[in-house]
């Protein structure tokens, strides 16, 4: 992609957020070329690179809307999983997120029971237990860009030994077919 020397020097009086939408967007950028008469009476072309949004109107892409976003996290240490249940609720809280309480439940307890050695009697056992502590949450109200950067910023800072589950419960419109039935079956005549 070629800048010449007028549009390069435009473009760095923008800010390095639009310059590298400039640079890596190329669908964005649409080229247009002025003539401009100097004070020489000589000629000059240059281009200029503006930011358009290619073909806005013709997508017009609805974004998801989500009703609520259940979030289970597992792990075997409470005090991992309290501190990371208080991170995430102070998330929601900055970024004005309708969330729910946290809801504990009963920690499951799985028992293992193994020979000390490979040939060892019955008598030389060892019992281990593994217990896996739940906490439920869910938040509400969501769009499909928000939920979708909620979500990332909570996975990439989930600490070791924590397991999250995310259910999704998103509004959508009905089917063509059962809203064109409807307004056949609610036309005047159908009424009387």
């Known amino acids: 992609m070629c800048i010449s020397f007028d549009a390069f020097n435009m473009l760095a009086a923008t800010s390095t957020a639009v310059f590298s939408t400039l640079l890596f967007n190329r669908n964005l950028l649409q080229t247009s070329t002025k003539l401009l008469i100097n004070q020489n009476n000589s000629l000059k072309i240059s281009s ?5 949004a290619e073909s806005a109107a013709k997508n017009l892409e609805h974004d998801k809307l989500f009703k609520r ?3 289970e996290l597992r792990g075997h240490d409470p ?7 208080t991170f995430v609720s102070n998330v929601c809280d900055h970024l004005e997120i309708e969330k729910s309480q946290v809801t504990e439940t009963p920690h499951l307890k799985w028992l293992l029971t193994t020979l000390k050695d490979k040939f060892a009697k ?5 019992q281990y237990e593994v217990r896996t ?4 949450m869910h938040v509400k109200y969501l769009t499909g860009s928000t939920a979708s950067t909620f979500l990332e910023y909570i996975e990439r800072n989930i600490p070791e030994g924590v397991a999250m589950k995310v259910t999704y419960t998103e509004i959508c419109n009905l089917p063509k077919m ?6 056949a079956n609610s036309s005047p005549q159908s009424l009387q």
């Not at 005090?79 to 249940?85: D, F, I, N, P, R």
């Not at 019955?122 to 060892?126: D, F, G, N």
């Not at 502590?133 to 439920?136: A, C, L, S, T």
């Open 69 to 71: 976003i259940d979030l």
């Open 122 to 126: 019955k008598k030389y056992k060892v």
């Open 178 to 183: 059962i809203t064109s039935n409807s307004t």
């Open 79 to 85: 005090e991992v999983l309290s501190s990371y249940t």
């Open 133 to 136: 502590y739940i906490r439920f």
């Open 48 to 52: 200029v690179r503006n930011l358009v």
